[in-house]
T-cell receptor, first 118, second 115 residues
């Protein structure tokens, strides 16, 4: 079975600070994908990034960066120079190849509520 | 540019009532799924479908039924609502179930309260 752990339930920082959201995953599959989704106060779920298990290159997109480390089963998300608009709940999720045995789909962590104070 | 459309956005039910949450996608996606989101629990998979006529249970299927008669639609039925089903429900779809890389796109959600 798959498991995703986001140990930080809530993080509060002041605007312009850097912040890192942690994600640790468990799976026996050697092929898998990791995702980050953002849920702003309006409630929708917005896809941010996808990373496969064979690509450990870090990714940077503007103020966002992601650090994937297979050795520690982690896929952490860093926001540099945070802004109030970054306030949201962020979910890390894991996808493995379809097995047909039920429960196939994304396995989500419980989410981290990020509060950026002006 | 509709994507995944869920109706209604809000619903209040009394215990024992039945209702159907609607979900439609216009992207010709093969895979569709329903999740529920509860405080501190993240999103949990209720049911999913890998194509028209094919459905399967997820992590928390009890109390819910689904069917998929067309590629576009994947309704979720509550036959006898219970207060424990108070939650926010999300429908999602992706291009194919065959490759775990496929991104799941989510609807805006339905907020359900059962009194």
């Amino acid at each position: 079975a798959q498991k995703v752990t986001q140990a930080q339930t809530e993080i509060s920082v002041v605007e312009k600070e850097d912040v890192t959201l942690d994600c640790v995953y468990e799976t026996r599959d050697t092929t898998y994908y990791l995702f980050w989704y953002k849920q702003p106060p309006s409630g929708e779920l917005v896809f941010l990034i996808r990373r496969n298990s064979f690509d450990e290159q870090n990714e940077i997109s503007g103020r966002y960066s992601w650090n994937f480390q297979k050795s520690t089963s982690s896929f952490n998300f860093t926001i540099t120079a945070s802004q109030v608009v970054d306030s949201a709940v962020y979910f890390c999720a894991l996808s493995v190849p379809y097995s047909g045995g039920g429960a196939d789909g994304l396995t989500f962590g419980k989410g981290t509520h990020l509060i950026i104070q002006p | 540019n509709a994507g995944v459309t869920q109706t209604p956005k809000f619903q209040v039910l009394k215990t024992g009532q039945s209702m159907t949450l609607q979900c439609a996608q216009d992207m010709n996606h093969e895979y569709m799924s329903w999740y529920r989101q509860d405080p501190g629990m993240g999103l949990r998979l209720i049911h999913y479908s890998v194509g028209a006529g094919i459905t399967d249970q997820g992590e928390v299927p009890n109390g819910y039924n689904v069917s998929r008669s067309t590629t576009e639609d994947f309704p979720l039925r509550l036959l006898s609502a219970a207060p424990s089903q108070t939650s926010v429900y999300f429908c999602a779809s992706s291009y194919s179930y065959r490759d775990p890389k496929n991104i799941q796109y989510f609807g805006a959600g339905t907020r359900l309260s059962v009194l």
